[in-house]
């Protein structure tokens, strides 16, 4: 298909890359295989983040093609690949699954043999049935293998209630049925949005230590952040970094965006002390867990690189003993009501860290019987790991029990959102995910993003992408699992690269960023399920759309309800000159900087391009670079002084707390503050582009300026904290 020239803002990507170079050069596409790349939504030409056009290589789609498992390997392959997705839709009665909007208009094509009667009808979420209408249309029937069929549509009712329908359809061959999703034309805003605004912290969790963490941030610093700043602050929110699981062995994965499950969060997040069987310990056991604990404590104040393996080595070991005692009839019966709740992708999830810690990873080295998760094998293996397999799904019990109070004690505390959760772009190819439904993944495709203003080589997620037509086969279950868990104890969920629901840039596996092309999906549907188990959940959506943007799509998030992402530094009008604060839209979450930056005082000073030249990630001068990103903040800071917040003379303290002064004039419905502006810390949490060879990306601590760590009891006295609080507290507020 034909991309439309993009409008381009600095991606922010949240996954730390890695770059393969292989040799440029290819033919263009034949007509024939552009006609069959198309009937998959593969983008055969674009326009890239300077507006040239580009063609997308034979190789590539042929690459891409195979990722969804189209043969190709010769021109009477394509042929028939054609022919075969052309028929498709009416070798079935019914469409996979139908999502439509509430209050719209929605036609549903039916399909049955030349000259048979067809009834169709909705069965409701509560039991209701609603009987469908005939459209008067007439479509010419189609020969299909030997048999002549003809199509029929009928109308869906606009009045649905929202949910999750079936619709049946009977006829002489028998009846089919497929789910019918009916979503929020729009997302309302929670009460405090619609008539004001919020503002929060936004916080890399596991940098976020108190005295009594275990070496890394943990979901009570979480309760007692949220408590503290709604209490003594006024905050509203408060933003986490995703909590998705990472793997059960060392080592395990540093990026937070690059997590084994997405459905599934990460037990290392959990305070052991809190589990309530711990309390009732025999003293040798509690003493072995104090003992852990005390030698974790210890690295609460390591101005070092966070060291995820020690502190999971040491809770894994305390954990196993609390799993190990007895708990009460009540507990037992919540535990296994959850595992009954969570059904298979629990049991799934649980077997695969089972798996892994007797087979080790990557998984690609397991033997064959235990690789496929539907095998009669690996039930057995399961069953003979059962207990293993119970242990974690009891990790995944207390994380959810522990989420559960932390969003209880923010919505105590007064805020009218609570904890906005995070969720990444996908998840490890070697992964859980992977594992429980790889064949609603593109083998052979990695997902990341095409070369931009910010991240000029490109970047390569290593996270095998959905597959559209498997998703729409599967009615979206393994999507809307996922997000189902994720809200469950949510107030907020901010969507990373939200524009990957539209249209994602596959890379093939080997290949370099700049050889992948745009796949389009069913944004409709996507964002259709992602907006009704918000709604469900009584949450706030927020799109992370920076990056290489198609305008419509900014536009169909606004009118769906789902804010946008604005940074200050990259909200320019069309003369690239800083936008001013009225020009902003009112639909976003703006902020200053973002993780994927260094922290605002870091970036006063430049630090982000002197990074990237000594990383090698610039394909300009680095004179050049820093010639243009001078001239950039410098007109944002003279804007600041026309405005009357910021002396020309001004310190940093003061030019940070201007810059979110600045923010506070926007109409922006939500405000974010890093938590690390909030103490001065000057060093990038992740540089996009890199590896973690060449970057400690995702292990510092929250440090002050001169890079001493910051306890969570040192935020709470802060005087920097505070000031810059009651500049968007008092503003936010007037």
């Known amino acids: 298909m034909t991309e439309q020239p993009p409008t381009t803002d600095a991606s922010s990507e949240g996954v730390a890359a890695f770059r393969v170079d292989t040799p440029d050069g290819s033919a263009p596409p034949s007509a024939r295989l552009v006609e069959l790349a198309h009937a998959y939504n593969i983008a055969t030409e674009f326009w890239d983040w300077q507006g040239e056009h580009t063609t997308v290589s034979a190789r590539t789609v042929t690459s891409v093609l195979s990722g969804l498992g189209v043969d ?16 498709r839709p009416w070798r079935r009665v019914l469409p996979p699954v139908v999502v439509t909007r509430s209050g719209g208009t929605t036609t549903v094509a039916v399909h049955v043999d030349h000259g048979t009667t067809v009834t169709v009808w909705v069965e409701l979420e509560d039991g209701d049935r609603r009987d469908l209408e005939e459209e008067d249309r007439w479509v010419e029937p189609r020969l299909v293998g030997e048999r002549m069929v003809a199509e ?67 979901l009570v610093d979480l309760a007692e952040l949220a408590s503290w700043s709604a209490r003594v602050q006024g905050a509203g929110f408060v933003l986490v970094n995703p909590l998705h699981a990472a793997e059960p062995i060392p080592p395990t994965e540093v990026s937070p965006y690059l997590p084994t499950s997405r459905r599934f969060t990460n037990p290392i997040y959990l305070r052991v002390e809190d589990i309530r069987e711990v309390a009732y310990l025999p003293a040798t056991d509690r003493a072995i867990v104090e003992w852990h604990a005390e030698a974790m404590r210890a690295l609460n104040t390591d101005p070092g690189e966070l060291d995820r393996d020690a502190v999971w080595a040491a809770k894994q070991s305390a954990l196993e003993i609390v799993y190990a005692a007895q708990r009460s009839p009540a507990r037992q019966a919540a535990f296994d009501e959850y595992c009954d709740r969570e059904g298979e992708g629990l049991r799934d999830f649980a077997t695969w860290c089972a798996l892994a810690e007797r087979y080790g990873l990557p998984s690609s080295r397991w033997p064959a019987h235990a690789r496929d998760s539907r095998s009669r094998s690996v039930r057995q293996l399961r069953e003979e790991m059962s207990d293993r397999v119970r242990f974690h799904m009891w990790l995944q019990w207390c994380m959810d029990e522990q989420l559960a109070e932390v969003q209880r004690t923010a919505l105590d505390a007064g805020m009218p959102i609570g904890v906005v959760h995070d969720l990444a772009v996908g998840a490890q190819a070697d992964g859980a995910d992977a594992w429980s439904f790889p064949d609603a993944l593109a083998t052979g495709m990695t997902a990341g993003a095409p070369p931009d203003a910010f991240n000029q080589q490109g970047q390569n997620w290593n996270q095998p992408p959905w597959r559209p037509d498997r998703l729409a086969e599967l009615a979206y279950a393994p999507y809307r699992a996922m997000l189902h868990t994720i809200l469950r104890h949510a107030g907020g969920l901010r ?3 939200i524009i990957g629901l539209f249209r994602l840039w596959w890379i093939p596996r080997g290949a370099s960023p700049a050889e992948g092309t745009y796949v389009r999906y069913d944004h409709e549907a996507l964002i259709g399920i992602l907006a009704l188990e918000a709604h469900r959940a009584g949450a706030v959506l927020v799109g992370e759309d920076l990056g290489t943007v198609e305008p419509w799509a900014r536009d169909y998030l606004r009118e769906r309800g789902i804010l946008g992402t604005s940074i200050l530094w990259f909200e320019k009008d069309v003369d690239g000159d800083p936008r001013p604060p009225d020009a902003w839209r009112e639909l976003c979450l703006a902020t200053v900087t973002t993780h994927d930056l260094p922290p605002t005082a870091g970036y006063l000073a430049g630090e982000h391009i002197e990074l990237r030249d000594r990383l090698g990630l610039l394909t300009r001068p680095v004179e050049e670079e820093a010639a243009l990103d001078l001239a950039d903040r410098s007109a944002v800071l003279s804007l600041l002084v026309r405005l009357g917040l910021l002396d020309a003379e001004a310190t940093e303290r003061e030019r940070v707390e201007a810059l979110h002064a600045f923010l506070t004039m926007t109409p922006a419905k939500l405000l974010g503050v890093s938590l690390a502006d909030a103490v001065g810390d000057r060093r990038a949490m992740n540089q996009p582009g890199t590896c973690d060879r060449e970057y400690p990306n995702w292990r510092l601590p929250l440090a002050d300026g001169i890079a001493q760590p910051v306890l969570l009891e040192q935020v709470m006295t802060s005087v920097r904290a505070s000031s810059l609080a009651k500049v968007v507290s008092r503003r936010s507020a007037s």
Do not use: C, I, N
């Open 152 to 218: 029929s549509t009928f109308v869906v009712p606009p009045d649905l209630p929202l949910g999750w329908h079936t619709l049946h359809a009977r006829h002489t061959r028998g009846e089919q049925t497929a789910p019918l999703v009916v979503t929020p034309a729009r997302l309302d805003l929670p009460p405090a949005l619609r008539e004001g605004r919020a503002w929060g912290y936004m916080a890399q969790l596991y940098a976020v230590r108190s005295q009594e963490s275990w070496g890394l941030g943990d």
């Open 72 to 87: 190709v390997s010769s021109d009477d392959a394509v042929e028939h690949a054609l022919v075969e997705v052309q028929e």
């Open 495 to 497: 969507v990373d690269h």
